[in-house]
């Protein structure tokens, strides 16, 4: 029972060091220097302000604010930001084409699978839960700035291309290789929870399957997923574990989003204060004067 919870820290902890190495490496990339503990410090800012706002929108801005405040100079951090994102889009783009390729061809008959395996009653539980979250995205896009995805990828690009050129050829492999090794690294959560449970789903189904949804984020224009990740969950994306399946979704979520979250907020609170972190959990979200008018 211990080691369930084990291997998943550890698979997390691994991550949280390989991002570390990656932003650090951006930074002497741009001319400066950053401590591991600084590292470590401000990607938490990213991760809790990524995860609380609408296409996580939070995270730059947050994690500029932790390596100002780590010493370096405004200009010297938006290269080392330019840089790291100039070699995250790429290694996203391949995983779409992997998982693309990986899903694509046999979802017919993936389909009819998942269909043979789920009573009536299961059904009607899954479109419940797919009206509820339907109903809670409406009501959250009432308080969402419209466009935030065509602006943030605006945004990165531009910051990251007018600085990627001066970049060594080969700091931007190693960039892309760490990027790769972390979304690895949180994908393999979900296999370590299911170590040594009977009839656990294949590896291949769990694995690709948490890197897919990992990834929803990045296209939904709400707070860490807008509940489309638990929806897909539930239905089996990423593996029928039958009457665990609520339960493995919850620690999933746990450990892929909530602990870390939870570390970065407090972090936040405790270094930059309540003001300042209100105003980056924030990012994305309409004005109150707005919301008033409207």
Known sequence: MIIRHLLPLLALAFDV??????????????????????????????????????????????????LTQAGLRPV????????????????????????????????????????????????????????AVLLVVYVIQRFVKAGTIRHRVRRQWRVAMAHVRRAPWWVMVVNAALTAVSLAARALVLPALAWGMPGAPEFAVMFLGSLALLAVPLAVPLPSGGGGLEVAFLSGFAGDFGRRQVAMLVLWRFYTAVLLTVLGVYAMIRSLGLAMAQELFTIGWLPRSRKARE
């Open 76 to 131: 010297t951090a938006l290269v080392a930001l330019g840089v790291e994102v100039a070699a995250e889009w790429p290694v996203f783009a391949l995983m779409a084409v992997g998982l693309a390729a990986y899903y694509v061809p046999g979802w017919e008959a993936a389909a009819e699978v998942w269909l043979r395996k789920h009573l009536a009653a299961d059904l009607v539980l899954i479109e419940s839960v797919v009206l």
């Open 17 to 66: 060091l390989v991002r570390a190495w990656r932003i650090q490496l951006a930074v002497w990339t741009a001319g400066g220097r950053l401590t591991f503990g600084d590292a470590v410090q401000l990607n938490l800012y990213g991760e809790a302000a990524s995860t609380l706002t609408p296409n996580r929108l939070g995270g730059e801005p947050a994690r500029f604010v932790g």
